[in-house]
């Protein structure tokens, strides 16, 4: 909810419209996708919001974020968040992208954690959005750490409840005390960033951090987290409105001079956001996390070069997370809200993308029985021990990202979509480039005159050789954990 909260602070007052047009910092962001026609997407709107990381264009250095000149200069998306606005039913959903997930389109070079898409600049990070996940951005939204303080401290600080002491070395988190705090924009900060969570639940005794129990997800935790704050924020933005004229000018002093915004998003065009989502409720209005899969062995190893901690997708629920944020059926192109093809209408080859012996074949043939026509069969140079099953399509044309998009709803497992021309093979529209961990899913049952008839589920192709090296599939909407800070009560105590 942060971004359209900070839209509608921004430019909620009409009479300061002409000062945020002068203050708010504009960019082109170039591939944003046009505005939806089709079907239930018909005037949706997508908006990308980015926490960036950027310490070299904060206002005053601070070494608990890290100093820009001695060398935290790096660009990162700390928060990658979807906005979807649908103004026919005037509601708000929102979708998290997990920092560390691992794309194929992240870098204009290929494949790196989504994270890694911003150092690159906007249109990339919004390039790999809509490459690797179907998911139409028509405006981009950036915020800094500044930015992120402003807000907070325009409003005069807010309230939350902390069940247990919670203690973040990296982001320099600190509370002591069960209660009710008031935080600062400063302090809120800590609380929104922190990833290396450490937290004194029943039965220790020491007061020393050091022997406090650390939670297990650092990326998923922390977005967990996000989530409450943006819904204690809106909150607070709600019961204060947008009344006092000194208070309002200070929201915009503060915020606007460190927002960044596509050059297509008016100030004109953030007033009608108002008018149309104004009464939004926040605590109705969905939060919703890209399901993935953690790894369990550590760095990650693609290509000769070493990535750290990462996350896989998983298949099919990470496509129905995003058919449900984005209001469409399993056989809706989510880019343009038009139907998918039929199977037998798209072209498809497989290379073998991890030299198990005739996996390209078996895989061929799982595809074959669905209806798609199959073409070429081929190899690549595997990326690693671990691989994602990439679904690769070579033009951005409506009907050939439907074909990869169809292609890729016919598979489970760590499947993603790419868009990269050079791995298309043999004049297919879509190439399948197999990983360790998918398989293809088995045809349905059909009826005729006279029986059903089964299918043969010889045809599906599994490998499984990255068997618990990657935990559980997350969840979509994970509930708070006990020692997550969350609303206060009027009186103080532990709220909802």
């Not at 038009?338 to 497989?350: A, C, E, Q, R």
């Amino acid at each position: 909810m942060f971004g359209i909260v900070i839209v509608l602070i921004v430019a909620g007052v009409g009479g300061y419209a002409w000062y945020l047009n002068h203050l708010v910092h504009r960019i082109p962001v170039k591939g944003l996708a046009s505005g939806e026609t089709h079907g239930t997407e018909s005037g949706t709107e997508n908006i990308l919001l980015v926490g960036s990381t950027d310490r070299c264009a904060l206002k005053k250095q601070y070494i608990g974020y890290g100093i820009c000149n001695q060398g935290v200069n790096g660009v990162n998306s700390d928060v990658v968040m979807i906005l979807h606005l649908n103004p026919k039913t005037r509601t708000v959903s929102i979708l998290s992208i997990p920092r560390d997930l691992f794309v194929p389109n992240a870098r204009i070079g290929g494949a790196n954690k989504i994270d890694a898409a911003l150092f690159q600049g906007p249109t990339q990070l919004v390039a790999a959005v809509q490459e690797d996940f179907g998911i139409p951005i028509q405006h981009y939204v950036e915020l800094n750490f500044d930015s992120f303080a402003s807000v907070v401290d325009a409003l005069g600080g807010i309230n939350m409840y902390f069940p247990e002491p919670v203690y973040d070395a990296e982001s320099d988190l600190d509370v002591k005390t069960v209660g009710c705090v008031h935080l600062n924009g400063f302090h809120a900060l800590q609380v929104v960033r922190a990833r290396h969570l450490v937290h004194k639940g029943p039965g220790v005794t020491s007061n020393n951090p050091a022997n406090w129990t650390p939670e297990a997800q650092s990326d998923l935790a922390r977005i967990r987290r996000d989530h409450e704050f943006l819904r204690v924020l809106a909150t607070a933005v709600a019961k204060k409105g947008l009344s006092d004229p000194l208070t309002d000018r200070d929201i915009i002093a503060g915020v606007a001079p460190d927002l960044t915004v596509d050059n297509g998003l008016s100030a004109t065009h953030m007033l009608n956001l108002v008018l149309t989502y104004h009464s939004v409720n926040v605590d109705a209005a969905p939060q919703l996390t890209l399901p993935v899969l953690e790894d369990t062995f550590g760095s990650y190893q693609y290509k000769g070069g070493s990535y750290g901690d990462i996350e896989f997708p998983t298949e099919p629920t990470d496509q129905s997370v995003v058919d449900t944020f984005l209001g469409i059926s399993a056989t809706t192109n989510s880019m343009t809200g038009t139907p998918l093809p039929k199977p037998g209408d798209v072209t498809v080859s497989v290379d073998n993308g991890t030299g198990v012996t005739n996996q390209a074949a078996t895989t061929s043939a799982a595809l074959g029985a669905l209806g798609f026509h199959m073409m070429e069969l081929g190899d690549t140079s595997p990326v690693g021990q671990e691989a994602e099953t990439v679904v690769y399509y070579g033009s951005k044309a409506p009907s050939v990202v439907a074909a990869a998009q169809m292609v890729a709803r016919s598979i489970s497992g760590s499947v993603i979509l790419g868009f990269n021309p050079s791995m298309v093979l043999g004049g297919a529209e879509v190439t399948v480039d197999t990983g360790t961990t998918f398989s293809v899913n088995t045809p349905e049952a059909t009826t005729t005159s006279t029986s059903a008839v089964t299918p043969n589920t010889t045809t599906t192709t599994t490998t499984s050789s990255s068997s618990g090296l990657f935990a559980p599939p997350t969840s979509a909407n994970e509930a708070l954990k006990p020692w997550d800070p969350r609303s206060c009560t009027a009186s103080g105590g532990e709220g909802p």
